[in-house]
Structures are given as C-alpha cells and as structure tokens.
C-alpha cells in the first residue's frame, strides 16, 4: 500500500510465500512495486524457509507486512495464512521467484475490474529465456491424460490455456498458481487451498472447485511474470518428487481407487522411462549427454521407490 495513503483500503493483497529465497526476493519484491506502480496495494509475506528471508524483508522491505512464520507448512497452507490477513477484495499470488514485467499487476487488476464476472484472472508466465512457460496451459486432468503423457503425448497436460499467439483475452481451466488473481470472497466460499496438498497440484484442485461453482477464469495476455522455474532447479529430484506426490494427491481425492490406480501406474511407467532411456542414451547424445544424464538421475528415485508418491501426501 502506498505509504501516503495509509487509511485507504488496498484494491488487491499480494501474497507472497517465501522459501529459502534470500537470493532472489529482493528481484521479486521490486517488480511488484514497480509494476503495481499505479494501483494501490500490500504485499504480504510468509516465510516457510530458514535461510534469513524474513530478517532481510524485515530491514530492506518495511512496507511488506510480515505473517509470522510456522515453518515449512507447504505453498497452499501458506498462502491461506497470507489470504487471512489480507484486506483487500483481490487476491494476487506471486511466487517469490517470479519477477512482474512492466506494469503486469497494474494491467491485471484493471482486467479483474473490467471482468468482475470471473472469480479468478491470470495473466502469462515466461522463463527467463522469454518463452512461454508449460504452467499457462494446463489442464483439470483425468486418468486418460497421465496415460497419454506416459505414452509420448508430452502437452497431454498442458493441452489447454491461451493459444501461443494469443493477443486478446479468453477462458482458461487453471492458472498458474505462481501468478494468478482471484476474488477474495470467492477464496473464503471455497476455503482456500486444500492444504492436504503440500506442494504442486493445490492450483488445479482449487480450479476444480471454482469450475463446479461456475466461476469463470479469465487470462490476459498483456500481464506477464519471469518465473525461474523450480527457483533454478527444475531437474530436480525433489521437485519431481513433490510433483508426482501433488499429482498422485488430486488422483486419490478426485479420480477414485481405479483412476487412481491408472494414474500411479502411468506415472511410474513416465519414470521408469526417463530413467532408463536417459541412462543409455547420454553417451551417444554428444552435447545433449549431460541433460540427458540430469533427467536419468532425476527420476530415478520415483522409478525406483514408487512408496513414497503413490500414495500422495499424508491424508489422516
């Protein structure tokens, strides 16, 4: 919120959920005050890491409001600790690894204002090379889709969104949950994220909700964040785990016992498959060897130990 305007209601509450991002925050927070230059908000932090992030926000950053810190609670249980104490009727999600171009939040929520039908807007996600990132295209999945996208079908999720070249708004299934906006009272009737989910998948269960309460989605293309995925790591064994982990947690809770069954399956034959051809194909791959060993080495734990996603996250 500007601080010459302190008695005013913020038009929209940035939510940001920090975890171990000292070395990239300070790109993020900045291009949220730039490109929300003209549009009076707050931003709110949480920091589920331990490297010092909310010590330096504290100092470098006073106008962000600080939500004390309960650990490493997840990306959805996070951002429902952020939307609890937001004050404004728009929610606006920013991973904190994702940069605002230009004036992106200022245009987005002009879109919202102009488009109060949708219960949630988004805008276009580029990596840092400037391309269009697999986030703007998802899909509400079913079982069929995993099948296809361990049958070769690489877009199987993420056949949707915006075309490539589009230059006028549209309709979308899901958001990016690293940059999206959504109508503070549609977050309260739906509760927020599932914080069942830990982390991936928690955007898309979200949409699923919104959709059976025919809350349209909007996307613009003339909103844009740089989002360095994965904070950088987007090979990693981790991040794969967590990610087959969320996905495995929207098939138990939405697709039933076979559906899920289907997709475990399909996941750990796509595995299983990087796993191996990875291997035998890096050393005849010349340049490309050693993103080829990188995929091997990343999916070999889901391959090798399907017990610790196929059952999702914890759901006692």
């Keep these: 919120m500007s601080p010459d305007r302190p008695a005013q209601s913020p038009d929209v509450s940035i939510l940001v959920v920090a975890f171990r991002a000292a070395h990239f925050i300070d790109k993020c927070l900045d291009g949220i005050a730039k490109s929300a230059a003209n549009t009076l908000h707050e931003i709110l932090l949480i920091d589920n890491g331990d490297d010092g992030t909310e010590a330096h926000v504290r100092t470098a950053w006073p106008q962000v409001r600080i939500v004390p810190s309960e650990g490493n609670i997840g990306f959805g249980a996070g951002n429902n600790r952020l939307a609890a104490h937001a004050r404004a009727p728009l929610l606006l ?24 039908e949708a219960g949630a807007w988004g805008g276009r996600s580029l990596s840092p090379s400037g391309h269009l990132e697999a986030g703007n295209f998802l899909i509400l999945p079913r079982p069929r889709d995993f099948v296809k996208l361990a049958l070769g079908k690489r877009d199987a999720l993420s056949s949707g969104g915006l075309p490539a070249d589009a230059t006028a708004p549209g309709r979308v299934e899901v958001l990016t949950g690293g940059f999206m906006m959504v109508r503070a009272d549609v977050w309260k009737q739906l509760g927020g994220f599932d914080e069942g989910f830990f982390l991936y998948a928690e955007e898309i269960d979200l949409f699923f909700r919104m959709r059976e309460r025919g809350c349209p989605v909007l996307v613009t293309p003339d909103a844009a964040v740089i989002h360095d995925v994965g904070s950088g790591a987007a090979l990693s064994p981790a991040r794969l785990l967590y990610r087959t982990t969320g996905q495995m947690h929207y098939a138990h809770k939405h697709f039933g016992r076979f559906g899920a069954f289907i997709t475990g399956a399909a996941l750990w034959l796509l595995a299983t498959q990087n796993l191996v051809i990875g291997a035998l194909a890096a050393p005849f791959a010349g340049k490309r060897g050693a993103r080829l060993r990188a995929v091997s080495k990343a999916w070999r734990p889901l391959a090798l130990d399907p017990g610790k996603w196929w059952p999702g996250y914890d759901r006692k």
């Design 93 to 116: 999600l920013v991973n904190p690894d994702a940069v605002p171009r230009d004036d992106a939040i200022d245009r987005l929520v002009r879109f919202a204002q102009a488009n109060p």
